[in-house]
């Protein structure tokens, strides 16, 4: 069984940054397409951003492009999210997941093509 955990979220202003993490277990973390979501209270979990298995992909959603960036250590079995100019809408738990289809590698704006996630943590934007 896979396990994710996400570092702590926090309380930021308008403007700020804040790097999560998402540190997972087991050796296969190599093979795994990587997502970060997020849901805000109210609304649907929706996508932020995906890396391939070896970075040499990523993707974002149009409302985080140019603020926001993933990476990954694979030996670290570490994916990052850093999170610049934050705004208020950003406001939302985030969630990382794990994919370890093909699918995932090429369709990982989906939520659906992903085996495992975190448990979330808070990032709250001060206006």
């Known amino acids: 069984q896979v396990q994710l955990v996400e570092s702590r979220g926090g309380l930021v202003q308008t403007g700020g940054s804040l790097r999560l993490s998402c540190t997972t277990s087991g050796r296969t973390f190599i093979t795994y397409a990587m997502g970060w979501f997020r849901q805000a209270p109210g609304k649907e979990r929706e996508f932020v951003a995906y890396i391939t298995w070896n970075g040499g992909n990523t993707y974002y959603a149009d409302s985080v492009k140019g603020r926001f960036t993933i990476s990954r250590d694979n030996a670290k079995t570490t994916v990052y999210l850093q999170m610049n100019s934050l705004k208020p809408e950003d406001t939302a738990v985030y969630y990382c997941?794990?994919?370890?289809?093909?699918?995932?590698?090429?369709?990982?704006?989906?939520?659906?093509?992903?085996?495992?996630w975190g448990q979330g943590t808070q990032v709250t934007v001060s206006s």
């Open positions: 997941a794990a994919g370890a289809s093909m699918a995932a590698q090429r369709m990982g704006v989906s939520a659906r093509y992903y085996d495992y």
